[in-house]
């Protein structure tokens, strides 16, 4: 299994609702990523779990919570969320921090209105 | 300040002809590279990497060539086909612990 699965595949949240977006890899690797990516533009990274710990936060405001609740699973909670935040929402996973390659997620379509 | 620039937005081949997508990147502590390959509504796919000890890695049509005093990076695709048309992207990491920074992309169409 060489997935990384991602779901929904479409959300459409409003500026006052709770939602989380779910990511799950079965590969056995320990190092998991969410990016963000707009249109035309290149993925940045947001989050980096190393380990089930959080290693980097790249200054992400906090209406955006991740949480890594064992090796296989990563979320990512919203609330509160503006129209800008309208993005493509990535995963991915490596076998460790940075020195591999990343498998990533064919990712969440999150629309804010 | 974008590190990895990749200048071409755009770029259209005929099948059958070599496409050169290039890549340049400003800070020199970038040691290992990366190309992925996007397809609408998908997540990046890998392709082939290069690490700053090499100047050329080749992986079937896939060449990545290395030019570390010029800090510039090509992918050649030989023979291109129209499944290769997606949009590249090019990614620099340095250090161990450093996270990958991605280039804009580059809209690939191979013309049938």
């Known amino acids: 299994d060489t997935e990384v699965t991602q779901t929904p595949k479409h959300l459409v949240m409003g500026m006052t609702n709770k939602k989380s977006l779910k990511c799950e890899q079965h590969?056995?690797?320990?190092?998991m990523y969410w990016y963000k990516q707009k249109a035309k533009k290149p993925p940045e990274l947001m989050f980096v779990y190393s380990y089930e710990k959080l290693s980097i936060n790249e200054s992400v405001p906090s209406r955006f919570s991740p949480e890594c609740p064992n090796s296989s699973l990563l979320n990512l909670h919203l609330h509160a969320l503006q129209p800008e935040d309208s993005a493509l929402y990535l995963c991915a996973s490596s076998t460790r921090q940075f020195v591999e390659k990343l498998f990533f997620g064919s990712g969440t379509q999150l629309s804010v209105l | 300040d974008q590190q990895v620039k990749q200048n071409s937005p755009s770029l259209s081949v005929q099948e059958g002809r070599i496409s050169i997508l290039n890549c340049d990147y400003t800070?020199?502590?970038?040691?290992?590279f990366l190309w992925y390959k996007k397809y609408p509504a998908e997540g990046p796919t890998f392709l082939i990497s290069?690490?700053?000890?090499?100047d050329k890695n080749e992986d079937g049509r896939f060449t990545v060539f290395l030019n570390k005093s010029a800090k510039h990076l090509s992918l050649h695709i030989v023979p291109s086909q129209p499944g290769d048309s997606a949009v590249y992207f090019c990614a620099a990491s340095g250090n161990y612990g450093q996270n990958f920074v991605f280039g804009p992309g580059t809209r690939l169409s191979v013309l049938p």
């Open positions: 290069i690490s700053s000890i090499k």
């Open positions: 800070n020199s502590m970038f040691d290992y």
């Open positions: 590969m056995g690797h320990r190092a």
